[in-house]
């Protein structure tokens, strides 16, 4: 655990110090991979919180993102309230909404598989009530004027602006991230993934840390949701809430390292730059192409090494610091 | 809205064909993650595969859509079988999120696979029952619905059949009421998932060609019909046969008086209250089933 | 005033009655075994006295406090922990951090739970193992853990469920020794065990459970000569 943590802050200390130099030296398209690696990055970091930590694995997160990017946009567009305020009302209200979820789920004891299927019931509910308020842009969605460099209403010319936002929120996603795994909240959490009943046992209140962690995880998400409005300039429905940023959401911690501080940002970085760059070399003659390259990844991860990408790298550690320490002691399996 | 006797009569008849066909949908998925305790969330992009085979054999081989089931069903049963064999059977000790994402994963591939090499285009296949229709009254009865309802009742009384009266349906009954218990008896349950999963895939295609005169087929339709079958197994009961055919009706005149009743497609989020309702307050469905 | 006073406890499940009409209690300082045939009810027993099931009927007083209708964290806080019959570790934390669990009961600080689940990991023997992860602990390691954890909440009242089954004498004989100590140092026992050396051992008063009633309770030698426990319990032992 120390060695985590050392490595954690070295690891920030390295993202902080690539990360403000790079658009120095990358032109716009390499920084347009960056800030979808952050952005989803950040999604993942915040999906893991209660997906990873708690163990409560929500398939329809793209509500909270959804959430997120419509209030800061229809505040925006309807009164010109600036996002940097627009986003933080969309982080309560999805606050609000994830208590008010998780209350319902953890109170009637809905779990696993059936804590999925309540999240994507919900996820696309929200699509079609969304789809039929025109007032709020209906099918059509929103767009979010251009009024030219404007940083006080969270709008930049060119994409170096966008890019230091998200590595700012993506550093403290991280940060936030692995300081709640070294305390008693953190540890309770993991405690409820691994044995909810020991938990209980041991005097932990599985009921109100599950809606804590379904409150900041959705808190979280929502403000990326903000981010994801301004950065594209347009939302919709299904383009927020539907199934497919839904799964985007989640992909790079299950493929990077599900339950730990640096798998969703492993998984990001080493996922998206691959699907960018293919994607630019097939053209965009295939549509789809993309996502069936992490259907693809997906498949493979969970068939060959479950505990994804970090999982691999710690076992590989791990047996080598076995054999290190005691020769063979494996037969207590 | 005016509402009117007619149109509520049209709701009910429309909601009750549909809805056999969601049951038939539904009795497969029921089957299989009763068995296996595994969710297939590609369930509905199987269904997509199964309806773009019915939908060349129409449209490009001139079959006729009820015939194409000859193909449709053995056709879905290997293929069934074969993602069962390579990508679910070595998973299926894993952690539930495991196989909840290789299953998402799955549905992924299949949906832009067919995005890739068959375009987004919606495809309608005008076969001769296309626009046979019988009036009652003022409501219409579309011949193809009604075909499709008879043959959906028929296909699941034919699996129910199998699971009740034959030995194979006997052992996979057996696996799934208790896995340690049937592997005592001699049952071999590696070979009962293979066949359940087989058997529950199958049951799609049957659905897929007697949709195939009156519904389009399009690389994301297996989303819609993906959720409602899990709404429909849920409601129902998990394994419960009967209860997830009531189910499926039930959802057939929600969705269609619900549009009836609500402007735009709100009757959609009739239907997830629902299932949210009942996953929140009767885990084990409205008809029993199951305990999660 | 007694540690623990159960009167008239009853729980139905559908049609049957798992315990019915249980009056019993314990008193501050004592090592009270539970025993019955299979099926009797003390497993129901222990989850209702630690909130995870709630009585149909009946009143459950810990140190003067009804806890019929609180939550089994509630129940620990107040001073009351069990263990599962089946041991329940964390499989993907270390032994450490499953102690550490427990700890954060009475001590939110990570520093001064770290201390503490050290503490009782010393006590219970397995400080060597601390930062191996739980799932490669063996069956007498996971029996230890799983009293380890419970300890770590401080508890004033202990349930301990069938903790020295399948052990081996010498590892059993370890644990015994571990409760006989932790009970001179004030802890109150309430012990489920399928093996009658380990109650006849370690108990000052027994209780005799056959189909959700009690039916006698008296020091082991008394015990042993029941003749209407000798006829539901001991004629069934295999
Ligand atoms: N959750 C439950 N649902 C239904 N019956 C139960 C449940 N838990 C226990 N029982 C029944 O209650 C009776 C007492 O069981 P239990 O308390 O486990 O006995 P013991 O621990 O003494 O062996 C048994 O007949 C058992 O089958
Ligand atoms: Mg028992």
Redesign the interface.
Known sequence: MKIQIKKSTILIGLLLIVGFILPRFAGEYYIHISVLVLFYAYMAVSWNILGGYAGQHSLGHALFMGIGAYTSTYLFTVIGLTPWIGMWLGGAFAGVIGGFVGYLCFRYGVKGPYFALVTIALAEAAVYIVTNIPSIGGAQGLEVAWTGNAPQLMQFDGKSGYYYMILVMTIIAVWLSSWLIKRRFGYQLLSIRENEDAAEALGVNTLRLKIQATVISAVMTALGGTFFAQYFTYINPRAVFGEGPSVQILLFAIIGGIGTVWGPVVGALVLIPIAELSRGWLGGTFAGAQILLYGTVLVLTMLFMPNGILGLYHKFLGKFQNRQSDGGKSEAL | MVFSFELFGQAVVTGILIGGIFALISVGLSLIWGVMRIINFAHGEFLMIAMYIAYFLVAKGGWDPYLTILITAPALFLIGIIIFQVTIRPIIKDPPINQIMLTVGLSLILQNLALVFLKADVLTANTAYTRMNFYLGGVVVRGSQLIAFVGSALAAFILYWILQKTDIGRAIRAASQNRDAATLVGINVRSTYLLAFGLGSASLGVAASLMIPFYYTSPTVGLFFGLIAYVVVVLGGLGNFIGTLVAGLIIGLTESIGASLLPGSLARVLTFGIFIFVLLLRPQGIFGGKQK | MSLLEVSNLRRDFGGLTAVHDLTFSVEPGEIVGLIGPNGAGKTTTFAML?G?ITPTSGEILFKGTSINKL???QV??LGL??T?QIV???????VL?NV???A??HH???VD?KKKAMEVLERINLAHKAEEQ?????LPELKRLEIG??L??EPSLLLLDEVAAGLKDVEMEEILELVRQLNREGITFLIVEHLMKVIMNLSHRVIVLDFGQMIGQGTPAEISKNPAVLAAYLGKED
Do not use: V, W
């Not at chain 3, 739980?134 to 063996?138: A, D, M």
């Open positions: 630690s995870f939550k089994p964290h620990c806080l922990t069990r599962f329940q570790p964390f499989p993907d934390m270390t951090e550490m669990i427990g954060y009961t939110p600080n990570t739970a739980g799932k490669i602990l063996t954890k419970a770590a909440t």
